[in-house]
């Protein structure tokens, strides 16, 4: 659910390795569910997205994991560079409905 | 192909003044149309949202208004700043219709109200 008052959680990878993102959503109604990535300065970017009728979707270095028994879902970056520095957020939508629901957001930190 | 643009990119306002910021988006039509708010460091509020021309819901009490006077025109305004209001402020489209869900964001709008 949303959590815009709260300050960003971090992660911190060494460039390379993989990174794992995680996210839980609130709502068991929600059947679709879409990543975000916010550069410092900029608005949020799509990344990937992923129905409930799926459970793994791959893209150019990322994978959406979707686990709807625990309502749980995460981004996995694969040899993450430093250009994968950003706030990673997370967003649910049930059907019929207008808008998204943000999650709080994940801060990914880069070492070299 | 679609852009959505935000202006303007920066802003520096004193308390009690007036406010208008606008989004606009090309190469579709009809989309529904979001404004959201970010503080430094933190999440995406959902502000306003329009699923058509004139129509606009509120998601938080505020004193903040949003209009959309044309179909890819969305506008955010306040007859009154307060401190609070500084942030970034994101404008999204989606395309209308169903299974169509991904939101596009602008560039945003930083306001510092001083």
């Known amino acids: 659910g949303e959590s815009v008052g709260l300050h960003l959680p971090t992660l911190s990878v060494q460039e390379g390795d993989n990174s794992i993102i995680n996210c839980a959503y609130s709502?068991?109604?929600?059947?679709?569910f879409i990543w975000y990535k916010q550069e410092s300065g900029k608005g949020p970017q799509f990344i990937i997205d992923?129905?409930?009728?799926?459970d793994k979707r791959q893209g150019q270095r990322v994978t959406v994991l979707l686990n709807k028994t625990v309502k749980h879902l995460s981004l996995q970056i694969a040899a993450t560079q430093p250009g994968d520095s950003a706030v990673y957020f997370c967003?649910?939508?049930?059907?019929?409905?207008?808008?998204?629901?943000f999650g709080q957001g994940t801060r990914l930190t880069i070492n070299p | 192909s679609q852009t959505i643009h935000q202006w303007p990119a920066t802003l520096v306002q004193p308390v009690g003044s007036p406010l208008s910021l606008e989004c606009t988006v090309e190469?579709?039509?009809?989309?529904?149309l979001y404004w959201y708010r970010q503080a430094a460091g933190r999440g995406l509020q959902l502000l306003f949202y329009?699923?058509?021309?004139?129509?606009i819901s509120s998601e938080v009490p505020q004193n903040l208004s949003a209009s959309r006077p044309q179909d890819r025109q969305f506008i955010l305004s306040s007859k009154k700043l307060l401190l609070s209001d500084s942030g970034f402020y994101l404008c999204?489209?989606?395309?209308?219709?169903?299974?169509?869900?991904?939101?596009?964001f602008g560039p945003g709008t930083r306001l510092t109200v001083t």
């Open positions: 967003a649910e939508l049930s059907q019929g409905a207008q808008k998204l629901v």
């Open positions: 999204a489209w989606r395309r209308s219709g169903t299974g169509l869900y991904e939101q596009y």
């Open positions: 190469g579709t039509s009809n989309p529904n």
């Open positions: 992923i129905r409930s009728n799926m």
């Open positions: 329009s699923v058509g021309i004139g129509q």
């Open positions: 709502n068991s109604a929600s059947d679709y």
